[in-house]
Every structure is written in C-alpha cells, then in structure tokens.
C-alpha cells in the first residue's frame, strides 16, 4: 500500500485568498486524484492530476479555481483560489498504482473559509 | 451515468449484533465496487474490493461484502459489531474510463450502543 502525505492537515484561510495543498506520496504511482467532501456530504471528484501535463477535471470543476500540478509521479498540489465559504470542505489526495488496483486515500485537508 | 445509492443515511446498533449496511449502483458493465471507512477526523480507509471472482468479498476488521449482479447490490456485512466500528462507511464504484476514478454513495453513518 502507498503512505500519503498531505499538508497542510487543516487552516482556516480568508475569504478571497488562496491556499496550495500538498500531497507527496511515499512510491511512485500510476495514477493520482483530488477529491472534495463536503460538510456532511460524500467526496466528489475534483479532477485527475497528469505527470507533466494539465490535469483532467471533472464537470463543474475548473483551473481557474482549482490549479493542480503533478511535477513527478510522487508528488501534485491543489490550489483553491479566490476562497469564498462554500470553499469549506476536505480536499483529499487519493493515489493508485495502475488499473485494478484500489484507490489510497491520505488524511484529507480541512478547509475553513472565513 | 454510473451512480452508487446508500439508502440508509445513519444506522445505530447494539455491540455486538451483527451490521449489514446496503449498497445499490448502476453500471453498465461488470463493476469494480469498494467498501471504504472513515473515522472521525481521518482519510479514508478501504475494508474491501471487488473486482472479478468469487461474489463472497472478505476485508479488514471482519467484514465481507457479496456482490449480487442480479440485484445491483454490494452490501456490507459484520456477525458481530464492536464499538471501534462506529464511523462513516463509503460504498463507491469504479467509474467509466478509469477504473480507478471513484464514484461514491452518500455514505451511512453507524453508531454502536455498548
């Protein structure tokens, strides 16, 4: 299985700042996903983060608002720009080695917007 | 479109009794289907797949699941509840295009009474 690490655990940021999260994994993976789970609700994909390429997003999500970069097979950042409150969530970072594989989930990043 | 649907939002149980927690989706092909657990305030951990074989699926922590093609369904199931068991339980399905891309149910709820 794959350990993952994300940073930070949680913040309470400003309503129109940004915040950049980290995830790093600790072996190279095929393939690396950002989710959202809302207060009480389920998680939601954000979009599918490509080594080296712009990341694939998934209806009602877009870069502007949600940069993600995946510079190598181990590590990718999330951004959530221009905060509002509806931005309060768990951003997760899930990673999968290749196809019939599971999906590895890290800690989460609890998102306060203020 | 490929959907998961939990019907049961929260379920409480005595410790002790045994848990089945419902799983319906809808996919148009053979599925890849998971059973995934998250605490207070942590990821996601994953109790169990399905991917292919025997329909009769054991996981971490004494559960199994049965995938059931002619009923749509992949519940989850424990003889016997502890009370470290209470969290919030994922049904989610691999979606179209990326098995590893994840659609996940609304989520169930369990407490357990001592």
């Known amino acids: 299985s794959a350990v993952i690490s994300q940073k930070p655990s949680r913040d309470i940021c400003q309503r129109g700042t940004s915040l950049t999260i980290q995830c790093q994994v600790d072996s190279q993976v095929t393939m690396m996903f950002w989710y959202r789970q809302q207060p009480g609700q389920s998680l939601t994909l954000i979009a599918t983060?490509?080594?080296?390429?712009?990341?694939?997003?998934e209806s009602g999500f877009v870069i502007d608002k949600f940069p993600i970069s995946r510079p190598n097979l181990t590590f990718s950042t999330l951004t959530v720009s221009n905060m509002s409150p509806e931005d309060s969530s768990i951003y997760l970072c899930?990673?999968?080695?290749?196809?019939?594989?599971?999906?590895?989930f890290g800690q989460g990043t609890r998102l306060t917007v203020v | 479109a490929q959907s998961v649907t939990q019907p049961d939002i929260h379920i409480t149980v005595s410790e002790g009794a045994s848990l089945e927690l419902r799983c319906n989706y809808s996919?148009?092909?053979?599925?890849?289907l998971f059973w995934y657990v998250q605490s207070p305030g942590q990821g996601l951990q994953l109790l169990l797949k399905?991917?292919?074989?025997?329909?009769l699926v054991q996981g971490i922590k004494g559960f199994e699941a049965e995938f059931k093609r002619s009923q749509s369904s992949f519940n989850l199931r424990k003889p016997s509840v502890h009370w470290s068991d209470a969290a919030e339980y994922f049904c989610?399905?691999?979606?179209?295009?990326?098995?590893?891309?994840?659609?996940f149910g609304a989520g169930t709820r369990l407490a357990v009474h001592p």
């Open positions: 996919y148009g092909a053979t599925p890849y």
């Open positions: 983060a490509n080594q080296g390429s712009e990341a694939t997003y």
């Open positions: 399905y991917f292919s074989g025997d329909t």
């Open positions: 989610a399905v691999g979606a179209y295009g990326g098995y590893n891309k994840l659609i």
């Open positions: 899930s990673v999968t080695a290749g196809e019939n594989t599971e999906a590895f």
